[in-house]
Nanobody, 124 residues
Framework: QLQLVESGGGLVQPGGSLRLSCAAS????????IGWFRQAPGKEREGVSC????????NYADSVKGRFTISRNNAKNTVYLQMNTLKPEDTAVYYC?????????????????WGQGTQVTVSS
């Protein structure tokens, strides 16, 4: 069974940093692009970042460009999301999913095997 598990969320002050991890079990991540998505209370899910299977191509939402960095370590079967200069509006549940970083990646329709999510709260 394909499964992704997110970790690394927590409470952080504005301007702080967190690193999220997305670990795979039951399959090898090598062949999959991985996307990070988030959903805040009362808001629709939005794409945050996407990385190709090789790691050679990345995409970011405009709201996180220059602050977030996605990376992957296929040897560890894990994808990371380094989040710096966090803002209160980054507060959300963050999910990772396996799929394809196509032109509409940010909608999430080309992704499956969604993890259970990890809560990120940015507050003073």
């Amino acid at each position: 069974q394909l499964q992704l598990v997110e970790s690394g969320g927590g409470l952080v002050q504005p301007g702080g940093s967190l690193r999220l991890s997305c670990a795979a079990s039951g399959f090898t991540l090598d062949y999959y692009a991985i996307g990070w998505f988030r959903q805040a209370p009362g808001k629709e899910r939005e794409g945050v970042s996407c990385i190709s299977s090789s790691g050679g191509s990345t995409n970011y939402a405009d709201s996180v460009k220059g602050r977030f960095t996605i990376s992957r370590n296929n040897a560890k079967n894990t994808v990371y999301l380094q989040m710096n200069t966090l803002k209160p509006e980054d507060t959300a549940v963050y999910y990772c999913a396996a799929g394809w970083c196509g032109p509409s990646w940010h909608h999430g329709a080309d992704f499956g095997s969604w993890g259970q999510g990890t809560q990120v709260t940015v507050s003073s």
